[in-house]
Every structure is written in structure tokens, then in C-alpha cells.
């Protein structure tokens, strides 16, 4: 029984509205990202309200916010933070990083070497950063939310396949409707300026442990044995694909369950559906499928294949 779930969503939803237009499905994925307790990878031109969306959020769930732009020259330690000597105690302490933090915007991640993108990982996986051999524990929302541009490869470093896996949701933003962007240009014209969110009249959740009471909620839900069968089946199909390099692993397949559990609460009910899976299937796998190069070349792409997939497995009554 979903008891906080709806109406933390409903507020949520309605105060972002109060900064961005449109962009419902992109919302949703990402609330599907922080129920589920994982990362997201946002992938969009400029402009299109990647940074003001995340502030935004983080604003109306109380949750403290930083964020990286990264660069070639960007350092690891720039990220994790590091130990300073004292010289008034003659000891060291630890100058915390922009990581210790609740929501993490990774402006452009591929902007930076592997070795710095590598930085990331124990953070995510484990909520934890590991400094001079001493463990620190993260926030419990620890959320990474990174953004890359997929227009503009000069400069750039491609994300290791394993710091890929690590996002749960590969989330893509396109421009928006014409409607959408006849309000935005209203909107500005009567005064809104997104660098100055103060003047935005936000309503902060009242309660500081909402996310992490409808986190439990979610984890309480349980999932029919032939709705999981669907997503096995729909995981596994990706490895034998006849345009595909390599499918995805049973981390994907996890990352399914969670994903549309969190999108079944979003959505008002306290079971998923196949239909969540579906929906959830072409953020949580796009980014974990490898094409064959002949394939690329032919102008296939992985959404593409994901739908041939979805089309091909049979939904569980």
C-alpha cells in the first residue's frame, strides 16, 4: 500500500513545472533514477534545461546540490577532495570535495580523462570515497545525475564501458514541443530568469526523509513471477541479437526490476506491469548495448533494436 509515494510525487512534479515546460517523460525517468536508488545519464543538445531541472529538484527535496563542470585538466582529487595539513594541530583533515553531497550534476563527463571519470565509480556503486586509505561513508540520496552533449565529440573522452554500467537510466532530451517553447519565451518575457531560482516561489517537501519513506514503499513492492520472466526474457534477448556485439548482463536485468517498481509507485500503483518494463526498457538498455560495426554503418541504432526486442517477446498476461 503506497501511503507517501503519490502525493510526494504529485508535489514534486507540480513545483518543477513552476521552472520547466514540458519534458513530463524526462521528469518522470528521472524520479524513476532517485527511487530506485541509482545514477542517470542525461544526454542533450545545450539549452534544453539539463542544469536547471537537477537545481531545481534538488531545491524542492531539501537535498544539498553540487556541481562539476568537467574538463580535460579536471584531477580526481577535484572530485573526492583531500587531506590538508593542519599546522596549528600538526595534523592532517580532510578538505571534502564537491562529492560529499546529495545530488551531483556532472556537467559534460565526457569532457574529462578516464582516470579522472574513474573517480566516480566506488562513489557510485558504493556510496563511499575511499581518500589516503580512509573510507567515507556519502549521503544516503547520494545521486549522481551527469549530462553529456551528443553533438560535440572534439575534446572528448568516451565513458568506459564498466562507469557506463554503473548509470541506471541512459536518459535522452529533445528539443521541445512548439508549444513548450512558446511558453519558455513567454515566460522569460514576463520575467523568469532560471539564474535567479530565489525569485521562483518553490515549495520545499515538509518532510526531510520523504524520498527515502517512499524508497521503502517501493522496496516493499513485489513484482508477479511472470512479469520477471518478462524481463529475463527481454535482458537475455539482447544477447543473441543478430546486430548486436554484446548484450547486456544481469545488472541490467536488476536495474529493470528496481526501475519499474519505482515507475509503477510514480504512476499511483503499488504493483509494476509489463508496461512499466517496456518503459522503462529503452533508458535502462540503451546505454549497455554494443552494435556490430557493419550494423552502425547500415544506420541501426540501439533504441531501434530495443523496440525490435520489446516487439519480439511475448507480454505475460
Known sequence: MLTNTPATIAQITGELHKTIVGQEDVIEQILVAILAEGHALIEGVPGTAKTLMVKTLAQIIGARFSRIQFTPD?????????????????????????????????????????????ALLEAMEERQVTIDGKRYKLSPIFTVLATENPIEYEGTYPLPEAQLDRFMLKILIDYPAEDAELEIVSRWDEGFNSRHLEQVQLDRLQDAEAIQKCRAEIKAMRMEPGVQKYIVELVRKTRNHPTILYGASPRASVALLLCSKALAAIRGRDFPTPDDVRDVAFPVLRHRLALRAEAELDGATTDAVISDIVKTVEVPR
Open 74 to 118: 579536471l584531477m580526481p582529487s577535484d572530485i573526492t577532495g583531500n587531506n590538508v595539513f593542519n599546522m596549528q594541530t600538526s595534523e592532517f583533515s580532510l578538505r571534502p570535495g564537491p562529492i560529499f553531497t546529495d545530488i551531483l550534476l556532472a556537467d559534460e563527463i565526457n569532457r574529462t580523462p578516464p582516470k579522472t571519470q574513474s
